[in-house]
């Protein structure tokens, strides 16, 4: 049964159409994940599923409620976890959990008994009672996490849940998701520009301009790229690749200084094509199909701007930092 | 619309924080301070007392004005913040409704200014003001009205300020005009025709004067009350109605 039903939802901003006619269907308990680069659409087609934004036509359905006219049930339906921090870092991790607790209207009671739980879950007990400002960034996303599950939601939204974390956290987070799921029966969506990070999903949507590119399991998905990518370096990498045509019928093409080409079982056809080659190879390495070569395959480019987003959060939370201090 | 729990969890946020954070609370005393016995004292040895009150004392109700200015601005602008830094998300993705999130800014705003009023009563012992209970209940009652008012405004522009930048070019160019031309520091009768209609416009002219009604009791102008006290009590509040009713509109509409 499907928990989410998206159809042909379109957002325009003036002249610039953020989310192009999308359509697709979450299924309740899934993991599914939408990947693309920066600008791609992601966040915005969350912020229409959140009740943020109203779409410019089309539909967008959680748990039976409209998202533009039922506002009201689809928050209480929902949990989530933003780019940016959402906490209020004046305040204890307590507070926070209380105030989240108070505005899904929990009865005093079961919000106590509810932090206490969702503390314990993210494993931060002993920080209960000290001020968010003191905490480091995967710590604070452990707070967002237990605050957006709180109200037990139905659906877990997660945008770019570990943007900015180093890759050390990034693991335990999704160490913790993991755990997560399998306890508590939950939805998760998620976006991401991060490539291993959307290896967890069950499915993934490609999202690239605002539309959908693909949309299947991780595993199906990188078998649209045929094989694995071998990357040969020769002394003579002109006549390799006449060579390489010619005994195995496959067209390798050059790059970095090298021969790029795509094969099945790569790590059994890599003594075979060294075997067959009459001149000296300086370097052979084996790639298998990551869903960045998906996303090179499907649009030509590979999802750009990885470097320059993170440098940017770098910039931003510099930028908040420093006017914290003044305040 | 209104939810209750909401908009108790909003002031308790407030409140805690304004608690909290040290640096506030004792800004709150500094700048009356400086004021009262800087320029006050400074000032007043060139203006002789009339009606039986000093400089200084005429211009301690404008100093619970000045307070209750800052205060209220100052807690509204914190929604610039909230917003940010992210956490007005927080308010606005929850199942309550944009009206809740405004009262309870409102509440928060207001009772944080009369606190901070009340809190520069403390100084009325060094400016030989007599105080009687029922006075002070009047005082608080009239800060709260005036903090409404101001609180009001401040959401209302807070609502429409995108960024934190902004906040100088309100400082400079509401705020402190808003002081300087409220009868805080000089009386309204006395001062150009120009800058006395800009005066005659601002809401915390007639809180102040109001407060003067209360605390200079028998004082005449000058140095004393220049309008009727019910007159100046329905002006406030009816600018605090129109105020509130932007400010939800508008937050409803921004958001």
């Known amino acids: 049964m499907s928990i989410i039903t998206v159809n042909n939802l379109t957002k325009k901003f003036k002249s610039l159409t953020a989310v192009d006619g999308i359509s697709f269907a979450v299924n309740e308990g899934e993991v599914f994940g939408f990947l693309g680069p920066n600008g791609a659409g992601k966040t915005t087609t969350i912020n229409i599923l959140c009740t943020l934004l109203s779409p410019s036509s089309g539909r967008a359905e959680i748990a039976g409620f409209d998202c533009a006219k039922d506002p009201d049930q689809v928050r209480t339906s929902i949990g989530l976890i933003f780019q940016d921090t959402t906490l209020d870092v004046g305040l204890t991790a307590y507070e926070n959990l209380k105030f989240h607790a108070y505005l899904y209207n929990l009865d005093r009671r079961l919000a106590e008994k509810r932090i206490d739980e969702m503390l314990a879950v993210v494993e931060l007990q002993t920080r209960k009672h000290d001020l968010v400002k003191n905490f480091s960034g995967g710590m604070k996303r452990r707070l967002e996490i237990a605050r957006g599950l709180l109200h037990y939601p139905r659906v877990l939204f997660l945008d770019e849940p570990t943007i900015g974390l180093d890759p050390q956290t990034r693991n335990t987070i999704w160490d913790f998701i993991n755990t997560l799921r399998s306890k508590e029966k939950i939805t998760v969506f998620m976006t991401t520009h991060y490539m291993e990070e959307a290896e967890n999903c069950g499915r993934i949507a490609i999202i690239d301009h605002g539309r959908i590119i693909a949309l299947d399991t991780p595993a199906k998905l990188k078998q649209m790229v045929h094989g694995d990518v071998i990357h040969v370096i020769t002394t003579d990498n002109q006549r390799a690749l006449a060579e390489i045509q010619k005994t195995f019928s496959l067209a390798a093409r050059e790059e970095n200084g090298g021969l790029v080409l795509e094969t099945e079982k790569g790590d059994e056809f890599i003594p075979k094509l060294l075997h067959s080659l009459t001149m000296q190879t300086l370097s052979v390495s084996l790639k298998k199909p990551t869903l960045n070569d998906v996303f090179l395959k499907l649009t030509g480019r590979t999802i750009r701007d990885d470097v320059v987003a993170d440098s940017k959060e770098v910039t931003r939370e510099f930028v908040r930092s420093h006017r914290r201090a003044q305040r | ?255």
């Open chain 2, 1 to 255: 619309m209104i939810q209750l729990r909401p908009i108790y969890v909003i002031c308790m946020r407030e409140f805690i924080k304004f608690f909290r954070e040290k640096s506030r609370l004792l800004g709150t005393l500094a700048r009356p301070v400086l004021w009262l016995f800087v320029v006050g004292n400074g000032m007043g040895s060139l203006i002789r007392p009339r009606a039986g009150f000093s400089y200084i004392q005429f211009i301690f109700p404008g100093m619970i004005g000045m307070t209750i200015l800052f205060s209220s601005i100052f807690s509204s602008i914190s929604i610039v913040w909230d917003r940010e830094f992210g956490f007005m998300k927080e308010m606005l993705v929850a199942p309550i409704s944009r009206l809740s999130i405004v009262i309870g800014k409102t509440l928060s705003g207001t009772l944080i200014s009369v606190a901070q009023a009340v809190i520069i009563l403390v100084f009325i012992p060094f400016l030989g003001i007599h105080l009687t209970i029922r006075q002070f209940f009047e005082v608080v009652a009239v800060s709260m009205l005036v903090s409404f008012c101001i609180t009001s405004l401040g959401i209302l522009i807070a609502a429409r300020l995108t960024s934190f930048d902004g906040f100088n070019i309100i400082m400079n160019f509401l705020v402190m005009p808003m002081l300087f031309l409220s009868g805080a520091m000089y009386p309204v009768t006395s001062m150009p025709p120009a800058l006395r209609h800009l005066t005659l416009i601002n809401p915390l002219t007639y809180g102040i004067d109001a407060l003067k009604h209360i605390l200079l009791r028998n004082g005449t102008p000058p140095l004393g009350p220049e309008f009727p006290l019910l007159l100046d009590l329905f002006i406030v509040a009816v600018i605090s109605v129109v105020m509130l009713t932007f400010a939800a509109l508008s937050f409803r509409r921004k958001e």
